[in-house]
Nanobody, 123 residues
């Protein structure tokens, strides 16, 4: 399995931006589908975005489409989540996740997870 470490979270005002990097260990990072999920207090973990092994295909939750962008740099073993036009409802712990095989958007399909990074958007 790949080891994942997220960073870049913090407090931002509504309308602001943040970029979350997720660094992966191991030499097979380019084989993995990568995803971002989030979990707000008292809510289920939900899908945010996913990207294929070569970055050729990306998928987004409707709630973030047009505002968030997922990308990856396989040479740096890193996947990114660029978050623009942030809203208070984007407040959550954001998790990076990895899986082999085809792209999926369900958390149960991902078997490697980071520890999460807190994003708080103030109104």
């Amino acid at each position: 399995q790949v080891q994942l470490v997220e960073s870049g979270g913090g407090l931002v005002q509504a309308g602001g931006s943040l970029r979350l990097p997720c660094a992966a260990s191991g030499r097979t990072f380019s084989s993995y589908v990568m995803g971002w999920f989030r979990q707000a207090p008292g809510k289920e973990r939900e899908f945010v975005a996913a990207i294929s092994w070569n970055g050729g295909s990306t998928y987004y939750a409707d709630s973030v489409k047009g505002r968030f962008t997922i990308s990856r740099d396989n040479a740096k073993n890193t996947v990114y989540l660029q978050m623009n036009s942030l809203k208070p409802e984007d407040t959550a712990v954001y998790y990076c996740a990895a899986k082999l095989g085809v792209v999926r958007t369900t958390s149960a399909d991902f078997n490697s997870w980071g520890q999460g990074t807190q994003v708080t958007v103030s109104s």
